[in-house]
């Protein structure tokens, strides 16, 4: 009860905020995708790491990939594809509470092959479209390269998002959280899920109890700087015990779907 008043509570606190025009400042101030555990840092050094909002509400992480394009799962906005106006993108900042910039979603492409009743959940990926040069000479806000090159198991990356820190509590965490992590191989994935783990899509471990989790999802994997997947899905509750699969950017309809959509 305590969680369901917590979850309510922090809904009303979040919807308080107000979109005055495309990009706004303020002086001061799903699925299975969380950083358990995750230690917390500053919005710095992870610039571009956005919140995405719906009807006012904290839903899913996204990534700035162009000056008015960012990167998030299909499975957090497939139900609003029609209605981007429901949206919004909050940037350059650490904390859920202290919006910097709020950036209104003009359009919304979900890659066409997804289907949220699938299996394999694959195909996980949207594009949103914000206002023109939206992302740009914004303090904290920058794109990240694309992976260009298949990453090995075995590869040190790392994610930052706001998903849920602690299994008990099962709320978003105000402040940014990171976690480092290692590629698992598509064979100990497809094992540990009993599912084929599909061309277009990636696995990453901790395997320090410190775990991507819901409220991650569509949150970046980076791995040498670049993003290399984006959060999809994995078990819960969130523990090493199983790792985290992602939309793969470099598998080759997912990366065609991004050029297509948001031309890089």
Known sequence: MRQVVGLVLLGLMFSNAVLAEDATSDEGVSHSGRI???????????????????????????????RLHALTAAHCVNTIVDSPTRALLYGATTY???????????????????????????????VLRAPKKAFVGKPNMAPIELQETAVSAGTNCYAVGWGWYDNSIALPSNQLRHTNLKIESDSSCSEIFRKPITPDQICSLNGSNMEVCRGDSGSALVCGGKLT??????????????????????????????RSAAGI
């Open 36 to 66: 358990i555990n995750g230690n917390k840092v500053n919005i710095a050094q992870y610039k571009h790491a956005l919140s995405l909002w719906i009807d006012g509400r904290y839903t899913c992480g996204a990534s700035i990939i162009t």
């Open 96 to 126: 859920l509470d202290q919006p910097i910039y709020r950036i209104k979603v003009r359009r919304i492409s979900v890659h066409p092959s997804y289907n949220p009743l699938a299996a394999s959940r694959d195909y996980d990926v949207a």
């Open 229 to 258: 997947g984006i959060v999809s899905h994995g078990r819960v509750p969130c523990t090493s015990a199983a790792p985290t699969i992602y939309a793969k950017v470099v598998g080759p309809s997912i990366r065609s779907f991004i």
